[in-house]
């Protein structure tokens, strides 16, 4: 697994003019490629009018799955310059489509190429990108005594709480970053005075507003 990656926000729409042509950027957070070919669908659905609903998408941690789409447009000039989009963020497991309403003024195959890029981009910004950075669970178990001066000092902490449980003793877990583990292991000794149970549960990915 990835020690972090960026990608979509959820799911966004912007739309863009350029020379009278509507561009309708469209982009969503995807696990597979059957989600991404679902999601291209129901945009050729919902714009089935449309002059071009082009579409790229990339997906896997080594993006093994990466595919785009011209749609009619010139070779090249459309999912290719939406694909490289999506590669210069650095994005992964994302898919774009842009719909395209033709206004009456051809672009050239130069400003076809500039209008999809900038349909992308413009649709990230709108819909936000976040960094999803793989967290160790680390859940350490206390005495009630010692509750008051352990949630403070956690909640002060650099370490995010993931919840906390008042069972027989009081259980608390926590985001730590991988190679974090050995300072937060010493900082948790040293505030429960030993007395903490401390253990890791597992990992899962963290996600931040990039």
Not at 20 to 26: L, Y
Not at 67 to 77: I, L, Q, V
Not at 91 to 112: E, H, M, N, Q, S
């Amino acid at each position: 697994m990835l020690s972090h990656y960026y990608t979509v926000k959820s799911e966004g729409e912007h739309e863009i003019i350029i020379q009278k042509s509507r561009f309708i950027g469209s982009c969503r957070r995807v696990e597979s490629a059957e989600e991404a070919i679902d999601f291209i669908q129901q945009k050729k659905k919902q714009h089935a009018a449309a002059t071009h609903n082009c579409s790229a998408y990339l997906i896997g941690e080594n993006d093994l799955i990466q595919k785009a789409n011209d749609d009619g447009e010139p070779s090249g000039t459309a999912g290719v310059p939406m694909l490289e989009v999506l590669k210069k963020q650095q994005l992964k497991d994302t898919v774009v489509v842009v719909t395209r309403y033709f206004g009456g003024i051809k672009l050239g195959a130069g400003g076809l190429i500039r209008a999809y890029g900038k349909a992308v981009s413009e649709a990230l910004l709108h819909t936000g990108v976040v960094k999803r950075t793989l967290m160790t669970i680390v859940q350490t178990d206390i005495e009630y005594s010692l509750l008051g001066k352990v949630e403070n000092e956690v909640r002060q902490s650099p370490y995010p709480l993931k919840q906390m449980d008042y069972l027989e003793n009081v259980r608390i877990q926590l985001y730590v970053e991988q190679d974090a583990f050995p300072q937060f292991q010493e900082w948790m000794t040293e505030l429960t005075n030993g007395q903490g149970q401390i253990s890791v549960i597992g990992s899962e990915y963290l996600e931040e507003d990039a």
